[in-house]
Nanobody
Framework: QVQLVESGGGLVQPGGSLRLSCAASGTIVSINDMGWYRQPPGKERELVATISSGGLTNYAESVEGRFTVSRAKTRPTEFLEMNGLKPEDTAVYYC????????????????WGQGTQVTVSS
């Protein structure tokens, strides 16, 4: 079974920075797309950023230029570097990966992390 574990959330002042990590474990054969999503209080979950296996990135307009998504070359891990944080960035952040395992054969399934709270407040 695949598990995604996030870390790095917390409380930060406006203008500050945080770095989120998400590590996958299990009998992983390959990982295609990776991404980060967030769910602000009382709102729907929304896309933050994605990164393909080839390194192509995509960002929500609200975080473009402030956030950077990346992935480790040899480990099943992705990162989200968040700079210039604003109160409206407050949310639970979730990582998502498209993973092929031994059990699923050729199929690639999506897995989610448990979420990590990011609070931006003075």
């Amino acid at each position: 079974q695949v598990q995604l574990v996030e870390s790095g959330g917390g409380l930060v002042q406006p203008g500050g920075s945080l770095r989120l990590s998400c590590a996958a474990s299990g009998t992983i054969v390959s990982i295609n797309d990776m991404g980060w999503y967030r769910q602000p209080p009382g709102k729907e979950r929304e896309l933050v950023a994605t990164i393909s296996s080839g390194g192509l990135t995509n960002y929500a307009e609200s975080v473009e230029g402030r956030f950077t998504v990346s992935r480790a070359k040899t480990r099943p891990t992705e990162f989200l570097e968040m700079n210039g944080l604003k109160p409206e960035d407050t949310a639970v952040y979730y990582c998502k990966m498209q993973i092929r395992t031994i059990a699923t054969g050729l199929r690639q399934l999506y897995y989610w992390g448990q979420g990590t709270q990011v609070t931006v407040s003075s």
